[in-house]
């Protein structure tokens, strides 16, 4: 089935398409709505190695002048070294304001791309076909990029659109168990603050890799993202919604150098300990940390704090989370599963959610 959103921001509309197989004709498309125009694709080692053939065929069938960046897999690819081999890279292609970037991976990928087409020659058109279903269910829509630094991830990025979003969920068939769990704990966030049915879903759902099913959970997903992100384009207010778990998760992923989680193991591990303290303080209903607990493990995500990790540290690097103001900073919590809201403490109040 094939499903169609329009994505209606201040800075720029654009579409995103979501059917199975639609990577197979990708250069046809790229070719119809970038004809003439240069493509550079910005990938990574592992999707190269997977695709590279097939890859080149489909950017040969667009009839445009193109050129595959691929970069390191993982997350410390997200570096300022990167992004000047990527525009040494353009500059060397000669790719101009009127051509394209094209990003093909996960959310690295994607937040890195997105950050250079944002920055190279003050703006460059963008396109966005992620491969995991963390990038299909979440990074790909809405325009958030940004590098990591050594103090924490993110912390340097811009709001930038794509001016298209191609979603093949098929990708999701090649993907190995522990990137569909990484995925799977974006779909859970979701369900958590907005969409209790999408939980009760995801508790009976037998086979989450079924490809009508998770055609229909990646645009549900998208339909909560869209209709956040065009009331709050910034991350000023509703859209903050979308970081449950991210400022503990965040920190994890930091002090394990982005090697030992994945950021959804990271983010199901935020969620889980900030929804046992939230619920301790009176914050949150009862039972709801029970019921997200059974169904992160269901996934085979994790759902406590490693073992023997430094909570003062913990607690220290998820005060620089980009989202503060000031001393203050905007925690995301469940008043119940399906309905979340924004808490704000005093940044030195995290440990209170960690301990």
Same mark, same amino acid.
């Given at each position: 089935?094939?499903?169609?959103?329009?994505?209606?921001?201040?800075?720029?509309?654009?579409? =995103?398409?979501?059917?199975?197989?639609?990577?197979?004709?990708?250069?046809?498309?790229?070719?119809?709505?970038?004809?003439?125009?240069?493509?550079?694709?910005?990938?990574?080692?592992?999707?190269?190695?997977?695709?590279?053939?097939?890859?080149?065929?489909?950017?040969?069938?667009?009839? *445009?002048?193109? =050129?595959?960046?691929?970069?390191?897999?993982?997350?410390?690819?997200?570096?300022?070294?990167?992004?000047?081999?990527?525009?040494?890279?353009?500059?060397?292609?000669?790719?101009?304001?009127?051509?394209?970037?094209?990003?093909?991976?996960?959310?690295?990928?994607?937040?890195?791309?997105?950050? =250079?087409?944002?920055?190279?020659?003050?703006?460059?058109?963008?396109?966005?076909?992620?491969?995991?279903?963390?990038?299909?269910?979440?990074?790909?829509?809405?325009?958030?990029?940004?590098?990591?630094?050594?103090?924490?991830?993110?912390?340097?990025?811009?709001?930038?659109?794509?001016?298209?979003?191609?979603?093949?969920?098929?990708?999701?068939?090649?993907?190995?168990?522990?990137?569909?769990?990484?995925?799977?704990?974006?779909?859970?966030?979701?369900? *958590?603050?907005?969409?209790?049915?999408?939980?009760?879903?995801?508790?009976?759902?037998?086979?989450?890799?079924?490809?009508?099913?998770?055609?229909?959970?990646?645009?549900?997903? *998208?339909?909560?993202?869209?209709?956040?992100?065009?009331?709050?384009?910034?991350?000023?207010?509703?859209?903050?919604?979308?970081?449950?778990?991210?400022?503990?998760?965040?920190?994890?992923?930091?002090?394990?150098?982005?090697?030992?989680?994945?950021?959804?193991?990271?983010?199901?591990?935020?969620?889980?300990?900030?929804?046992?303290?939230?619920?301790?303080?009176?914050?949150?209903?009862?039972?709801?940390?029970?019921?997200?607990?059974?169904?992160?493990?269901?996934?085979?995500?994790?759902?406590?704090?490693?073992?023997?990790?430094?909570?003062?540290?913990?607690?220290?690097?998820?005060?620089?989370?980009?989202?503060?103001?000031?001393?203050?900073?905007?925690?995301?919590?469940?008043?119940?599963?399906?309905?979340?809201?924004?808490?704000?403490?005093?940044?030195?109040?995290?440990?209170?959610?960690?301990?």
């Amino acid at each position: 089935m094939k499903y169609n959103l329009a994505i209606n921001m201040k800075s720029r509309k654009y579409p =995103v398409t979501i059917e199975s197989g639609l990577f197979r004709t990708i250069g046809t498309i790229l070719g119809e709505h970038f004809s003439g125009k240069k493509i550079a694709l910005i990938t990574d080692e592992n999707i190269e190695k997977t695709y590279g053939d097939f890859l080149e065929k489909q950017l040969n069938a667009s009839h *445009c002048e193109w =050129v595959i960046i691929s970069l390191p897999a993982g997350d410390t690819s997200k570096s300022f070294d990167t992004l000047t081999v990527i525009y040494k890279r353009l500059v060397d292609f000669q790719l101009s304001r009127d051509d394209v970037i094209v990003s093909l991976g996960g959310g690295v990928v994607g937040d890195i791309s997105g950050f =250079v087409a944002a920055t190279f020659l003050r703006g460059v058109d963008f396109v966005q076909i992620p491969t995991t279903l963390i990038g299909q269910v979440d990074s790909s829509i809405g325009g958030k990029n940004g590098v990591n630094l050594p103090e924490g991830k993110n912390l340097v990025g811009t709001f930038y659109q794509p001016s298209y979003v191609f979603i093949d969920p098929d990708f999701v068939k090649t993907l190995s168990d522990y990137h569909m769990a990484d995925g799977m704990a974006e779909i859970i966030k979701y369900a *958590c603050v907005a969409d209790a049915d999408l939980f009760s879903d995801l508790i009976r759902m037998n086979n989450h890799r079924d490809a009508q099913l998770i055609e229909s959970i990646i645009y549900r997903c *998208c339909l909560i993202k869209k209709q956040m992100i065009e009331q709050d384009e910034k991350d000023q207010g509703i859209r903050m919604l979308t970081n449950f778990g991210h400022t503990i998760g965040h920190a994890i992923e930091n002090l394990s150098d982005y090697r030992h989680f994945g950021h959804g193991q990271a983010v199901a591990i935020g969620m889980q300990t900030i929804t046992e303290h939230s619920e301790a303080m009176g914050l949150t209903g009862i039972n709801t940390s029970a019921m997200l607990k059974e169904l992160l493990l269901e996934y085979g995500l994790p759902a406590e704090l490693p073992q023997g990790i430094d909570k003062n540290l913990l607690a220290q690097t998820a005060m620089r989370d980009k989202k503060r103001r000031g001393n203050k900073m905007n925690l995301v919590l469940l008043e119940k599963i399906g309905n979340g809201y924004l808490y704000p403490i005093e940044k030195s109040d995290i440990r209170k959610f960690i301990d």
